[in-house]
């Protein structure tokens, strides 16, 4: 996405309330940490709303997410002090760092055993 298409503050205040209305009943959302989400203009929104009800996940929460382990193996061993020529440079290094971590079965069943899978 360019920046000229990323999502603002109104533009979620905008999407959370056709929802509401569409829908015409409560919308319970769940949201993540970006800064368009923790604005003033966002908590006012939820505050001044009594038919939102919010849940805001934590910072960084890798039992939340399983994916999060392989994530974090391949930024400290496939994508650490690189410059990307462009997306493709990228997916193609993320690619190679996954084929590379298929075979290091001790590596993702300690990525599992992180998130309390017992595999």
Known sequence: MEAAERFVEKDYRD???TAHQQLGGPIVLVR???NTHLTAGMRRCITESDWLTVYQLPPYAPDLNPVGGIWS????????NCAFVGPDDLITALRRGLRRLQYRHDVL???LTGIGCAC
């Open 109 to 111: 069943a300690g990525c």
């Open 15 to 17: 999407l959370i309330q």
């Open 73 to 80: 193996v391949l930024r400290r061993t496939t994508t650490t």
């Open 32 to 34: 993540d940490n970006s």
